[in-house]
Nanobody, 121 residues
Framework: VQLQASGGGLVQAGDSLRLSCAAS???????VAWFRQAPGKEREFVAALGWGANTDYADSVKGRFAISRDNTKNTGYLQMNSLLPGDTAVYFC?????????????????WGQGTQVTVSS
């Protein structure tokens, strides 16, 4: 499955963005996840949505971000509200979880190319 992430940009603290992850094939049977990587830091888990609609969020984004999917469009989304400068990173989407730990980036088989999110204070 090929993934195309989009929707990043430069915003001010408190603003919102919605990231999209368009897949080249059906994703209805897969978990969809978002990770991010800031300069000089490791890739970190942001959110995951299981094929059964169960969700998981990193503590740092809980209550501000919402993950969703539209299986008719083979697209996953990450709605990001109340953005903070600490949210600045390249955001990656991933599908095809090859294990049970949705927070482990090494268990995903397909990745998008990343989209830059920059939040100014």
């Amino acid at each position: 499955v090929q993934l195309q992430a989009s929707g990043g940009g430069l915003v001010q603290a408190g603003d919102s963005l919605r990231l999209s992850c368009a897949a080249s094939a059906r994703i209805s049977g897969y978990a969809v996840a978002w990770f991010r990587q800031a300069p000089g830091k490791e890739r970190e888990f942001v959110a995951a949505l299981g094929w059964g609609a169960n969700t998981d969020y990193a503590d740092s984004v809980k209550g501000r971000f919402a993950i969703s999917r539209d299986n008719t469009k083979n697209t996953g989304y990450l709605q990001m509200n109340s953005l903070l400068p600490g949210d600045t990173a390249v955001y990656f989407c991933a599908v095809q979880l090859l294990g049970t730990d949705a927070r482990n980036p090494s268990l995903y088989g397909s990745w998008g190319q990343g989209t830059q999110v920059t939040v100014s204070s």
